[in-house]
T-cell receptor
Framework: GQQLNQSPQSMFIQEGEDVSMNCTSSSIFNTWLWYKQDPGEGPVLLIALYKAGELTSNGRLTAQFGITRKDSFLNISASIPSDVGIYFCAGQNAGGTSYGKLTFGQGTILTVHP | DGGITQSPKYLFRKEGQNVTLSCEQNLNHDAMYWYRQDPGQGLRLIYYSQIVNDFQKGDIAEGYSVSREKKESFPLTVTSAQKNPTAFYLC????????????FGDGTRLSIL
């Protein structure tokens, strides 16, 4: 089946630093999604990407859909303590038996030191 | 407010017992999903349903069962056949259509007594 490799697995940074994480896939996706999960809660959608090459921002967050459709990255600028959590990438296919299904990366655990 | 409600938040199961996790949504979404999350791993799909009275197995369906009798409800039963049920279970829903993002509930943590 499809696999997503998300890196890094964890990051320890100082408040104010920029953060970058990425996901690579062995196959093509039609949509890339980035979620954030706080402890004991469900993931919350941060950014959705729908076209190869697309670059989208949401406040201090910026994400890009790779040209090959096999990768995506997420950048967080000027990190703050509330950015702490687990960030997941997810690739989504459309059509056929894989309709609507998401394949998730393993997550990046972000710790921000004040 | 519109959203996805999972209950209970915490659930304990005895050996050999079936338990049912509730998921209700008032977003008018056609598609609903169940995922399992284990420490250090991404979410893995158990079952999904694109429309009422229809559902499909995901990647790890063994030991689980679901029903979809109403659009807003998609309960998951963890049966005694699931030998390692301790995990965080997440329900999601989405509009049915191409590339529609999924939105998640706050999860149920299941533990074995």
């Amino acid at each position: 089946g499809q696999q997503l490799n998300q890196s890094p697995q964890s990051m320890f940074i100082q408040e104010g630093e920029d953060v970058s994480m990425n996901c690579t896939s062995s196959s093509i996706f039609n949509t890339w999604l980035w979620y954030k999960q706080d402890p004991g809660e469900g993931p919350v959608l941060l950014i959705a990407l729908y076209k190869a090459g697309e670059l989208t921002s949401n406040g201090r967050l910026t994400a890009q859909f790779g040209i090959t459709r096999k990768d995506s990255f997420l950048n967080i600028s000027a990190s703050i303590p509330s950015d702490v959590g687990i960030y997941f990438c997810a690739g989504q296919n459309a059509g056929g038996t894989s309709y609507g299904k998401l394949t998730f990366g393993q997550g990046t655990i972000l710790t921000v030191h004040p | 407010d519109g959203g996805i409600t999972q209950s209970p938040k915490y659930l304990f199961r005895k050996e050999g017992q079936n338990v049912t996790l509730s998921c209700e949504q008032n977003l008018n979404h056609d598609a609903m999903y169940w995922y399992r999350q284990d420490p250090g791993q991404g979410l893995r799909l158990i079952y999904y349903s694109q429309i009422v009275n229809d559902f499909q197995k995901g990647d790890i369906a063994e030991g689980y069962s679901v029903s979809r009798e109403k659009k807003e409800s998609f309960p998951l039963t963890v049966t005694s056949a699931q030998k390692n049920p301790t995990a965080f279970y997440l329900c999601a829903s989405s509009i049915r259509g191409l590339s529609q993002p999924q939105h998640f509930g706050d999860g149920t943590r299941l533990s074995i007594l």
